[in-house]
């Protein structure tokens, strides 16, 4: 996958806070995940 310098350049202008809420809502969905994984196993 080839990206492009102007997505460079924005990711590089991004701000860990602006992407921490991003995380934090990928971690507990991927956590709801697992919980019914394992709740059916």
């Given at each position: 996958?080839?990206?492009s310098a102007h997505h460079n350049e924005?990711?590089?202008k991004m701000t860990?806070?602006?992407a921490y809420p991003h995380y934090v809502?990928?971690?507990e969905k991927k956590?709801?995940?697992m919980e019914k994984?394992?709740?059916v196993t």
């Open positions: 996958m080839s990206t924005c990711v590089d860990f806070a602006s809502t990928k971690v956590a709801r995940k994984i394992m709740r």
